[in-house]
C-alpha cells in the first residue's frame, strides 16, 4: 500500500506546541454557542497492519481531549508512537498532534483535522490529515481534503520521502436508492513525482430498511515519474474497477458494518489481475460516558513482488469522558 526535509528538531519542537495551544484555543471558540457544558475526555488508539511482503507497521496513541462534547465534537492531543519493521530492519518514530473533529452525525457534514509533527530516524516532518464537508443542495454535498505523511516504506523512510494529497469530492443522491459519488486529487511526492487521481463511485441502496448496498467503483491514477528508484510501488498508469456489496446495521445504538468487494486491476499495460477487498467495522454510540470505534480489513492487489500481493490492518479507539 505504501503511499503515505530534514530535521530542525530545537525549532520545531518548541513551536509545535505553541502552535496547538493557540490553535486549541482559537477552535474551542468557534464551536457552536449552545454548547454550555463541555466535558474532558481521554483515550487511546492504536493500528496494526502487516503485507505480503513482509512490511508490519504498529501505533499506539495516548489523547487528552479537554473540549469533549461527544465522539463527533472535541479538540484535543494526540501523542503517537510508531514501529515499522521489515525482516533485519526496524524504524521507530513519535508524533504529536493536534486534533479536533466537528461532525454533524446525521449528515457527515462539518470538518475533521489532525495535524503536527512527526519524527522518525533523523526525518521530522509537519503531517496533516483534515477534510470539510458541506452541503450545496438537498442531495448534493462536497467535500475537500488534505493529507500530508510519510510514505510507508522501509526505502521510503530511510530517505525521508513523504507526500501531499490535496482534492474534493462530490456527493450527489439521485432519488432514494441511488448515490453518485466523484472524487479527483493530486498528489505531491517530495522527490519531484506527482500522481493525479480520479474516482467514481455509484452506491444502489435496494431498500431504505435493510441497510444493503449494491456498489460499482472505478479509480485510477497516473503518475508523471516512472523511476523512483524502487522506493514505492509506481506505475505510470493504474485502473481498477470494483463490485462491491455492504451491509450497515444498528442495534441497540451500535452500528455494524461490513464491506466485501472484486475487482480487476490494470498497471501499464500489462494483462489485468484480480483485486480484493474485506472491510468489518463496529461503532459503539457517538452520544455516552465511553466511544468505542473498530475496523478491521484486507486487501489485495499487485505491488513489485507480484500479483499476490496482500495487506491487512485493525485499528481501535477508545475515548472516556470525565
Excluded at 524502487?230 to 498508469?237: A, C, I, R, V
Excluded at 470494483?242 to 452500528?255: D, E, K, P
Aim: no cysteine; proline share 2%; glycine share 10%.
Amino acid at each position: 500500500m505504501g503511499n503515505k526535509m530534514k530535521n530542525k528538531k530545537t525549532s520545531m519542537y518548541v513551536v509545535v506546541p505553541l502552535l496547538i495551544g493557540m490553535s486549541t484555543s482559537s477552535l474551542a471558540n468557534a464551536l457552536q454557542d449552545d454548547q454550555v457544558q463541555n466535558e474532558r475526555a481521554a483515550g487511546t488508539e492504536f493500528f496494526f497492519s502487516d503485507d505480503g511482503e513482509g512490511f508490519q507497521t504498529r501505533k499506539l496513541s495516548a489523547e487528552f481531549l479537554p473540549q469533549y462534547e461527544n465522539a463527533d465534537h472535541y479538540l484535543g492531543v494526540r501523542a503517537s508512537a510508531y514501529q515499522y519493521k521489515a525482516d533485519d530492519w526496524r524504524r521507530d518514530g513519535q508524533k504529536i498532534s493536534f486534533i479536533g473533529r466537528n461532525i454533524d452525525s446525521a449528515t457527515a457534514n462539518g470538518w475533521s483535522v489532525d495535524a503536527g509533527i512527526f519524527t522518525q530516524d533523523d526525518h521530522s516532518l509537519f503531517t496533516f490529515d483534515g477534510s470539510y464537508r458541506t452541503a450545496l443542495a438537498k442531495k448534493t454535498a462536497i467535500e475537500l481534503f488534505a493529507n500530508r505523511d510519510w510514505v510507508e516504506t522501509q526505502p521510503a523512510l530511510d530517505a525521508g520521502t513523504n507526500f501531499t494529497f490535496v482534492g474534493a469530492a462530490v456527493d450527489q443522491g439521485l432519488g432514494e436508492h441511488v448515490t453518485v459519488v466523484g472524487l479527483a486529487g493530486s498528489q505531491f511526492f517530495s522527490d519531484d513525482n506527482r500522481r493525479d487521481h480520479g474516482r467514481v463511485k455509484v452506491i444502489y441502496q435496494p431498500s431504505l430498511d435493510l441497510g444493503l448496498t449494491l456498489q460499482a467503483r472505478y479509480r485510477t491514477y497516473q503518475s508523471s515519474k516512472v523511476d523512483v528508484a524502487g522506493y514505492y510501488f509506481n506505475p505510470h498508469d493504474y485502473e481498477e474497477g470494483m463490485l462491491a456489496m455492504g451491509w450497515r446495521q444498528r442495534f441497540a445504538g451500535w452500528t455494524a458494518g461490513l464491506t466485501a468487494g472484486f475487482g480487476r486491476e490494470t498497471i501499464n499495460d500489462d494483462p489485468s489481475q484480480g483485486t480484493r477487498l474485506f472491510e468489518l467495522n463496529l461503532q459503539s454510540p457517538v452520544h455516552g460516558s465511553q466511544f468505542i470505534r473498530m475496523n478491521a480489513g484486507y486487501n489485495r492487489s499487485a505491488s513489485y513482488s507480484g500479483p499476490d500481493y496482500n495487506y491487512r490492518y485493525i485499528r481501535g479507539e477508545w475515548i472516556i469522558s470525565f
